[in-house]
């Protein structure tokens, strides 16, 4: 059963189409990240399932109830539709303790002491905050303060967690421990959450699935290693990583497979969408999937070698292959100027 069903949403800000008939369904106990250049939409489809927001056209369902409906005229405060918000900014009363700044939901609802003790007790120790529930926010670290914030959003057991850039507010080295913590408290506690973010990784580690926005509508809905591996246009192929694109010609095709010349060079592939022989298309290689080759084998093409940068665990090349740039990691140093570069013949996604 689906936690959260959008049917055709539309929003329009200062004449400005923000959210375009978007439909997206999240099923019960199921992550979904929001992902999408700036102004795609992601923030403000956040707030209009939250009741921040009231959208212009549309449905809104949350576990079975509709919360928003434009034909029906039914819009539910946001208090009255059972959500954990978590915000960027953790949002934290200074001058209470931890354990009172996660109770503060549970008295707002006049909850009995006892029960509030118990419930805010459990949660704590269920994020690892158990020994911490006397301290103040400032006497934390910031990972800790996000901890607080998404237990405080725990406690008032929600049927749908929102999140806005849960983590955006860590160092880079704390974020990368976050994201484990966080998508096993998510996982643990049996929610359905949703989270705006800018960072991809952070999009691809936590999440079950990815749903990409560009202009306000869903570009692509799908697991994160499928919207990766499989990227549906060109736009999420290039959105999503840093890939090389080059420029190429459609030669010949046969089922999903299609032969294209790329500087010269004739080099086989994966077709996504249906090319016209002889016309344009784009050929797109990810980083990890460039590599050297041997002259004369299959799928490889010439290139020179133009500039290397030492970033640690691998040493980034760049090539010229004609006038594209490309780029891919190894372990070693390259040493000459001309190589030959190979690419295997799935890992080269053709669009049209």
Known sequence: MSTLKIENLGKILGGNTILDGLNLEVEAGEIVALLGPSGSGKTTLLRCISGLESPDAGRISIDGRVVYDAGARVNVPPEGRK?????QSYALWPHKTVSQNVAFGL???????????????????????????????????????QRVSLARAFVTEPVLLLLDE??????????????AWLRE???????????????????MAISDRVAILRGGKLAQYAPPEQVYDQPN????????????????QAVSTEGQG??????????????????ELGGKVRAVIRQEHLELGQPGAANTFPARHVNSVFLGAVWE??????????RFHSPHKLSGDLLTMHVPREKLLVFH
């Open 83 to 87: 959500l954990g918000l978590v915000f």
């Open 107 to 145: 008295e707002q609802r006049k909850e009995n002491k006892g029960e509030i003790g118990r419930k805010v007790t459990e949660v704590l120790e269920q994020i690892g905050l158990g020994a911490l529930g006397a301290r103040y926010p400032g006497q934390l670290s910031g990972g800790q303060q």
């Open 166 to 179: 849960p983590l955006s507010n860590l160092d880079a080295k704390l974020r990368e421990h976050a994201r």
């Open 185 to 203: 408290a998510l996982k643990a506690s049996g929610k359905t959450a949703i989270f705006v973010t800018h960072d991809q990784s952070e999009a």
């Open 233 to 248: 246009s060109l736009f999420v192929a290039d959105f999503i990583g840093n890939p090389n694109i080059m420029d190429a």
């Open 258 to 275: 299609v032969r294209v010349l790329v500087n010269g060079a004739t080099l086989e592939g994966v077709g996504v969408s249906d090319p």
């Open 317 to 326: 090349h760049w090539v010229e292959v004609g006038a594209d740039r490309l």
